[in-house]
């Protein structure tokens, strides 16, 4: 295996940008976490990693793991569930404390993508069991594949006890995972993303009482498209949303905040502490998708070298007027023989921020190589002895 230093020349793109920086936002929100969507870097942590109540904001991760069924087949927005006598008598009870509803009826047969929206935009309590309930035959077994969902998604700090976000006292997450689970949602499931943009969905054309989508940032910030809000009196007010300027998205997560003011500070909250963030931080795309980083040496092929590059974007995220220090390091196979067939992967390419490892790219074949025919290969054979000799 080989090991080289990709030069990395872009550091003056963000020290270029302005050196004013404007105070971070003071945040009623005790718990709070910004992300950039496409980096995952971290702009701003106001005790991200304490594990309290998200009340209706694990909601997202039913509707994730609804979006997972669909997107593998077992089920279609089309499906009807049938809302069953346990499902209902639970949401009754929830309603009686001012639980929210989309007003679902025993025996009822609902689409699933009515009860998606019933969940995103209605909050309804009902709708998440009988979900819970039609997929995993119990709300009990739904709880433990989404514990199970958590640790496949790599949240470390989320325990589940139902499916809704009622308040228990061991139903818990951290900021910094309802963080990272939104980035999942936004990057897994971009297809269905729209559901989170929806201002009012009105299931029951005669029950009109809640209708509208409790994001209220929808409405004051034109350019956020989602995603849920949450409230119990023990785990105070809390908002997961996002946003998206200048083709960049960020992610916000600010929760726990109490008072007669706390459901309208969730949402300013959040607009501050997103404004700030695009006002503050830049990205910076070294590497497409597919683009060359470099050529490496091919054995026995009709071309003495082909070209690798990366399986995702290389993008970087950087506050304004600072200067990362940015390495590219890769390590891969040389010299590989042929035939070589395009996106085959032969190495790793790692970035390092500041000394500190960001994550790694599997570095893959641009092109295909066909291997070289007999006469060409005893050619090949005799320059590699000639080319020993002199080294």
């Not at 269905?192 to 005669?206: A, C, G, I, P, R």
């Not at 949303?241 to 726990?256: D, Y």
């Not at 890769?330 to 395009?342: F, L, N, S």
């Not at 005893?378 to 320059?383: E, G, M, S, V």
Request: net charge positive.
């Amino acid at each position: 295996m080989r090991k080289i230093l990709i030069p990395a020349v872009i550091l003056s793109f963000f020290a270029n940008k302005s050196t004013y920086s404007a105070p971070t936002p003071e945040l009623k929100a005790p718990y709070a976490i910004l992300l950039d969507a496409d980096s995952g870097k971290v702009l701003y942590e106001k005790n991200s990693m304490v594990m309290v109540p998200p009340s209706s904001m694990s909601k997202l991760m039913t509707v994730y793991r609804v979006f997972e069924k669909i997107k593998d087949g077992t089920y279609t927005f089309d499906t009807e569930f049938v809302v069953g006598p346990e499902a209902w008598k639970k949401a009754k009870a929830m309603n009686a404390n001012s639980g929210s509803t989309m007003f679902l009826e025993q025996g009822e047969k609902v689409r699933i993508e009515d009860l998606i929206r019933g969940i995103i935009v209605n909050s309804g309590n009902d709708a998440t069991i009988v979900l819970a309930e039609n997929i995993s035959g119990s709300e009990e077994n739904f709880v433990r594949e989404l514990n199970d969902l958590a640790s496949r998604l790599g949240l470390k700090r989320t325990h589940l006890v139902n499916a809704s976000g009622w308040y228990d006292k061991n139903h818990l997450m951290s900021a910094e995972d309802l963080g990272i689970l939104t980035r999942h949602i936004i990057k897994d499931f971009p297809d269905y993303y729209h559901y989170f943009s929806e201002k009012e969905f009105l299931y029951k054309k005669d029950l009109t009482g809640n209708k509208d989508n409790r994001n209220k940032l929808l409405w004051i910030m034109p350019n956020s498209d989602g995603l849920k809000t949450g409230h119990t009196k023990q785990g105070g007010y809390g908002l997961a949303s996002s946003a998206t300027k200048n083709n960049r998205r960020l992610i916000s997560v600010v929760n726990g905040i109490k008072g007669t003011n706390g459901s309208y500070a969730r949402f300013t909250d959040s607009k501050s502490l997103l404004e700030w963030g695009f006002r503050e931080f830049s990205n910076l795309v070294y590497y497409n998708e597919g683009d060359k980083v470099f050529e490496i040496p091919v054995w026995f092929g009709k071309k003495d070298t082909v070209p690798v590059g990366i399986s995702d974007r290389v993008l970087i995220t950087s506050k304004n007027g600072e200067t990362p220090n940015i390495e590219l390091r890769a390590t891969y196979k040389e010299p590989i023989p042929a035939p070589v067939k395009k996106g085959e992967e032969v190495g790793i390419l790692t970035l390092y921020i500041d000394g500190t490892k960001i994550r790694d790219y599997k570095l893959i074949i641009l092109e295909d190589v066909k291997k070289t025919g007999f006469i060409g290969r005893i050619f090949k054979n005799i320059q590699q002895i000639i080319l020993h000799i002199v080294k």
